[in-house]
């Protein structure tokens, strides 16, 4: 009977422990949001919309096959920015690198501090033929009507051009000097790498020896119903990007009448390859940008869901199992998997010789491409499959100290005073990752409020941007210059 209740009192008072730490640490976290000190900002809202309107219309596309690029279209696009911001190309200095990249100096009052960066791209995806039929708007008309405006790269990313230049004039229209030097640049083929773009700008100041505090680029964007349990709408700072790796899996053996089959075809070990490692996947673990993330949206959730991530060392496996049943998220904790090409075979009654398949593969922070190839060949057990590994790892992690992040969540809570600004893994590429080696940090932030409806339309069909949300973004830029010089 003692012994039933010396078991029962120890645990009670485990019980009782636990619910006070949990209950503690629930009552410790803290809102990580700055306190919103927006200042009133007296666009040209009528010139700006038609200045993104008509930089639709020019058809800057960037191919795989470089000579495809119509480059009369991006000479007319530079022409285009001349004419338009008049301020901007008197008081900044502009070189042409590579003929098409541009690299804007903004000279600030005090030289000794480090500059900063602000990058965009205004080259676009093509549109998928046979898919002109299916846009509302011609994809290149920048046909302004109702609230939206419409066309390739009102979203990716002549919006973050504009957006940024329509913020500079505005500027200098006003008055301001910053305190800082500030490089505006603008790369020609970030959807296809960005090698004669923002590499060749970011190669040229690595030569002429600038050291950034910080750049930002596009990435993550203000997006509804992100983060479970909270209710407003979530601001993604990227503050690293995944790497981006290339898995080729090949075998060659004997092919023959496909009447005379092998109990295993060069065809069966590659699908059966390709399904261990789908079945497997890598292991989840949130951590790095991914564990930032939900530390910094934890105080705003609801009470259950704050009470869960406060105490995430105790439910950490339940919160992974979670993120793990949706893709987007699922992508945050994990190395990604996906299957995008297989060859084999040219002929139905003849067995191939030889089969392949191509997988790409994003890398998380602290993966390497030679872990990706032991994980691969661990996993499929077979010694008859080449395995070839190639690509990129994931770039350095950003800091969330001190004032360069503080300065671009500070710039967008300005703006989207219900917003709550936090940072997070990218999944995605981008064109701030050439910067690493030229700055001390690098972000990514797409200042527009879109639905995941939106973000489906980035390099696919109808995509628009509203009138409202464009504004707000040429205010963000308006915000940060301010913010980023003021200290």
Do not use: C
Request: charged share 25%.
């Amino acid at each position: 009977m003692k012994i039933w209740k010396l078991a029962s009192l120890i645990i009670g008072s485990l019980i009782t422990l636990f619910l006070i730490v949990t209950a503690f640490n629930f009552f410790a976290i803290q809102s990580k949001q700055p306190v919103p000190d927006p200042e009133k900002i007296n666009l040209d809202e009528e010139k700006a919309i038609k200045n993104l309107s008509e930089a639709i219309t020019y058809k800057t596309i960037s191919y795989q096959d470089r000579s495809k690029f119509e480059l009369e279209e991006f000479q007319r696009f530079i022409d285009f920015l001349g004419h338009n911001y008049p301020s901007v190309h008197r008081e900044l200095d502009l070189e042409r690198v590579n003929d098409y990249a541009l690299l804007y100096t903004w000279k600030g009052n005090d030289s000794s501090k480090k500059p900063i960066g602000l990058t965009s791209h205004y080259d676009v995806v093509p549109v998928l033929q046979g898919t002109e039929g299916n846009w509302e708007q011609n994809p290149f008309s920048g046909t302004v009507s109702g609230d939206k405006i419409w066309g390739r790269g009102t979203l990716d990313d002549k919006i973050g051009v504009i957006g940024i230049l329509q913020a500079l004039e505005h500027l200098i229209d006003a008055g301001f000097q910053p305190e800082r030097d500030m490089y505006i640049m603008f790369g020609h083929d970030e959807e296809i790498g960005g090698e004669e773009g923002a590499m060749a700008i970011a190669a040229l100041l690595k030569e002429r020896g600038v050291q950034f505090d910080f750049v930002l680029d596009e990435g993550g964007a203000i997006v509804e119903n992100m983060v479970p349990g909270v209710k407003a709408p979530v601001g993604v700072v990227g503050i690293s990007e995944k790497g981006s790796a290339t898995a080729k899996l090949s075998i060659e053996g004997s092919g023959g009448h496909s009447s005379q089959p092998q109990s295993r075809t060069n065809i069966g070990r590659i699908a059966g390859a390709i399904a261990k490692l789908e079945e497997t996947q890598f292991t989840e673990d949130l951590k790095g940008p991914g564990e930032d993330l939900f530390e910094y949206a934890a105080p705003e959730m609801n009470f259950g869901m704050k009470y869960i991530f406060s105490n995430k060392f105790i439910f950490e496996p339940i919160i992974e199992e979670v993120l793990l049943k949706e893709p987007a998220s699922a992508a945050l904790i994990r190395t990604t998997i996906a299957p995008t090409i297989f060859q084999a075979g040219e002929q139905y009654n003849a067995l191939p010789e030889e089969a392949s398949a191509i997988i790409n593969l994003r890398l998380m922070p602290g993966d390497s491409l030679e872990d990706v190839k032991e994980f691969i060949e661990e996993t499929i057990e077979d010694e008859a499959i080449t395995v070839e590994v190639t690509g990129s790892e994931a770039t350095k992690v950003s800091s969330l100290k001190g004032k360069p992040f503080k300065t671009i969540q500070q710039a967008a809570r300005n703006v989207y005073s219900e917003a709550v600004i936090a940072p997070y893994l990218m999944v995605a590429g981008s064109d701030a990752k050439h910067y690493d080696s030229v700055a001390d940090n690098t972000y990514r932030f797409l200042p527009v409020q879109i639905t995941s409806e939106d973000l489906n339309r980035m390099h696919g069909t109808n995509e628009h941007v509203s009138t409202e949300n464009y504004l707000n973004a040429v205010k963000f830029y308006v915000e940060f210059v301010k913010e980023s010089n003021r200290y």
